[in-house]
């Protein structure tokens, strides 16, 4: 059984919102400096950090109408003539931060010397963790030991009962077909909950192993397999691949699908384990349960309950040799990046090169990075903030989250498709709002993590342990309201709907999104649109179930939901008929939370800066109006070029439209951004008025 944290979720959007796809506080160390000891405006430049004023205009194309191709107007040049590095899929804005991220990160943990710093610190723990992911020799010469005796036990499995426990072992990092979790009850937000959820394919989701179009990825899906079999020195590779084919396919075929799974009237259902075992009896609930010390848990919550149902009824009928070997499989790959090189290049061939077209994987440096920042996240986020967020970013912040919630509030007041009695309600909940920004006001306690030098596997699996205790040990206690689902350093964005909150981390506070020296209508059409996003999801077709409190629940008029369905469906028509790739259409069900709070984050943003503009006109500048600038903001944030495969993947699976896309599709439906462009009706990303959508 997989054991998810809430972060791992982040990718599936079963908990949280993003903008884009996915401690105790201890003592100053050699690896954390103070911000007294630091100059942070010296990582800023004096003025605009883009252009002379937050645009970078050579990127445009000019010989493109921008009513024809926004996107291509304001990115042309760039996506027509850079290469994405080797290492990328994609690359883009975020991209830009996500490596300035990378190397101050680096840099932290460079610094973070195991020599130096006071045993048991987080610096000692950095350290160790960092050393033990590059130590590549030790890795090569310790070979399949360190996970040897994982192997061992999955082959010593001679029951059904012996599987079962094998699935539920937080010691035993191997993917399987049922998920667990625990999160705020979205019925019940004062108390926490486990949630149980469909998980087990290799591939992306069901599509891969139905759609004759990925046929080819099924294949090269199978060749890794059987390669991870001849290396692990099993006979009977291709065999073996062929069973657990089979086996991942009967899990897709039971699993829901993307769109259905976003569903949340559908996503939870309440049951005592008495009604969990009686609903899908063929797996050994309570036992496997009562083996992490669950057995006191008496209400569970199943997010695709039919498709648990099936994955119980298929773990029955499954033979044990059949489940040893997927198990055998999933353990390797889920460890691929700690075993031998042969293993780690593998599984990059089918998940880098294969799904995804990266032709490199990324340097071991910038791997054991993200490691760091996946296990110890917060331990570098401290350090992170002390270094490279100003108090001023925040503040800043705060006075835009105000003005972007005071633009939402008189947009509610003003919209005519929606009663007072809604409405009411619709107050309370942007009312109770919460906000954070750039840091957590409590971090995350990692004593009881203790990674070793030179025990990358051992580490891996005392990270996967440490993250399932820390998960289980809200169960029975106050709800943490400090808590945050990224880190400091990470370059996005989210809203919690049990929770009514939107986040947003130092990372992201730089420009193109956020700059203190950029125009005014730069920083609302960047920045001010990513809030606006955010508070948006809280009214999207799902973040709208849930009232101020987080509570799921159907505040709303039968005519109220009527209309809004309509407004959405009319939306969703629209991103339907976008086919980024031949055979490859957006999927409007999978998108349309995301394109919801687009739409509604840039019209708030447009509307707060209209009212930041407080009646005086805005200043040309370099020839451009301030909605001009507003816009082109918006184009240059989503700037992106992504290799064909990466596309495919990301139509098929991301919630987020692709880049294009979520410029294009939105501003032809402001009609502000048709006046600023002089847009007629001849032009290609014309809608007639009648024909815009505006929700929000």
């Known amino acids: 059984m997989k054991r998810y944290s809430i972060s791992h979720l982040l990718a599936c959007a079963a908990s949280l919102s993003v903008l884009t796809s996915c401690s105790n506080g201890d003592e100053t160390t050699s690896a954390q400096a103070s911000k007294s000891d630091i100059d942070i405006t010296t990582i800023k430049p004096a003025g605009p950090e883009l252009g002379s004023f937050g645009i970078v205009l050579d990127d445009r194309d000019l010989d493109i109408s921008p009513g024809d191709n926004f996107f291509q107007y304001v990115n042309g040049r760039w996506v027509d003539t850079f290469e994405i590095p080797d290492e990328f899929s994609s690359y883009s804005a975020f991209t830009v931060l996500f490596e300035r991220s990378e190397e101050r990160v680096k840099s932290i943990i460079e610094n973070a010397s195991a020599d130096n710093a006071k045993p048991g610190s987080s610096a000692e723990k950095i350290a160790h963790f960092y050393s033990s992911f590059l130590d590549t020799d030790t890795i090569e010469k310790l070979g399949l030991s360190p996970i040897s005796k994982d192997l061992d036990r999955i082959e010593s499995a001679n029951s059904h009962d012996a599987i079962a426990s094998l699935m539920i072992d937080p010691a035993m990092p191997a993917h399987t077909p049922y998920g667990i979790y625990v999160d705020i009850d979205s019925k019940q937000t004062d108390r926490y909950i486990l949630y149980l959820t469909q998980s087990g394919l290799g591939m992306p989701n069901k599509t891969y192993y139905q759609d004759?179009?990925?046929?080819?990825?099924k294949v090269t899906y199978r060749d890794y397999i059987v390669k991870v079999f001849s290396?692990?020195?099993?006979?009977?590779?291709?065999?073996?691949?062929?069973?657990?084919?089979?086996?991942?396919?009967?899990?897709?075929?039971?699993?829901?699908t993307p769109e259905k799974r976003r569903n949340r009237d559908l996503t939870y259902n309440l049951k005592t384990l008495e009604e969990l075992q009686e609903f899908a009896p063929g797996f050994p609930w309570a036992m496997a349960f009562a083996k992490i010390g669950l057995e006191a848990q008496g209400e569970f919550v199943l997010r695709e309950d039919d498709a648990l149902q099936k994955l119980s009824a298929l773990f029955t009928v499954t033979d044990i040799d059949v489940w040893k070997d997927y198990l055998t499989f999933h353990l390797i790959n889920s460890a691929a990046d700690v075993l031998p090189l042969a293993f780690d290049q593998a599984k990059f061939e089918f998940y880098g090169t294969q799904l995804r077209g990266?032709?490199?994987?990324?340097?071991?440096?910038?791997r054991g990075v993200a490691a760091v920042n996946a296990s110890l996240g917060e331990a570098v986020g401290q350090i992170y903030v002390d270094r490279y967020f100003p108090a001023s970013s925040k503040e800043n912040m705060q006075t835009l989250v105000e003005n972007l919630k005071r633009s939402m509030k008189q947009r509610l007041s003003a919209i005519n498709w929606m009663g007072e009695e809604t409405k009411q309600e619709a107050f309370k909940k942007l009312?109770?709002?919460?906000?954070?920004?750039?840091?957590p006001d409590k971090w995350k306690d990692y004593s009881a993590l203790n990674p070793v030098s030179g025990e990358a596997?051992?580490?891996?699996?005392r990270i996967n342990i440490w993250k399932w205790n820390n998960e289980i040990s809200k169960l029975g206690g106050p709800i943490d309201d400090t808590e945050w689902f990224m880190t400091p350093q990470t370059v996005n964005a989210y809203y919690s709907p049990n929770r009514n909150e939107i986040v947003f981390p130092a990372a992201i506070l730089q420009a193109p999104f956020f700059d203190p020296a950029a125009d005014l209508a730069v920083n609302y059409g960047a920045i001010g649109a990513v809030i606006g996003h955010e508070i948006g999801h809280g009214f999207d077709d799902q973040g709208r179930k849930s009232d101020g409190d987080g509570t799921l629940r159907d505040w709303w008029t039968t005519d109220d939901t009527t209309n809004f369905k309509k407004l959405a469906d009319?939306?969703?028509?629209?991103?339907?008929?976008y086919e980024p790739i031949p055979g490859f259409k957006i999927r409007p069900g999978l998108t349309l939370g995301e394109n919801i709070g687009d739409l509604g984050g840039l019209a708030m943003a447009y509307y707060a800066y209209q009212l930041a503009l407080d009646g005086k006109p805005a200043p040309v500048i370099d020839g451009l109006t301030g909605d001009q600038r507003f816009f082109l903001a918006w184009g240059q944030v989503w700037k992106r070029a992504t290799r064909e495969e990466a596309l495919k993947n990301q139509i098929e699976t991301d919630p987020h439209s692709p880049a294009e896309f979520r410029v294009n599709g939105i501003v032809r439906n402001m009609d502000a951004w048709y006046t600023a462009f002089n847009v007629q009706p001849d032009d290609e990303l014309y809608l007639a008025p009648e024909d815009r959508v505006q929700i929000w």
């Open 212 to 217: 004759a179009k990925f046929s080819d990825k």
């Open 231 to 256: 290396l692990v020195g099993r006979n009977t590779p291709q065999t073996r691949a062929d069973r657990v084919i089979e086996l991942e396919s009967s899990i897709a075929n039971a699993h829901w």
């Open 570 to 577: 009319a939306l969703s028509a629209q991103f339907g008929e």
């Open 457 to 461: 596997y051992e580490n891996f699996k």
């Open 431 to 439: 009312e109770k709002f919460t906000t954070k920004i750039g840091y």
């Open 358 to 366: 990266t032709p490199k994987q990324k340097e071991r440096w910038k």
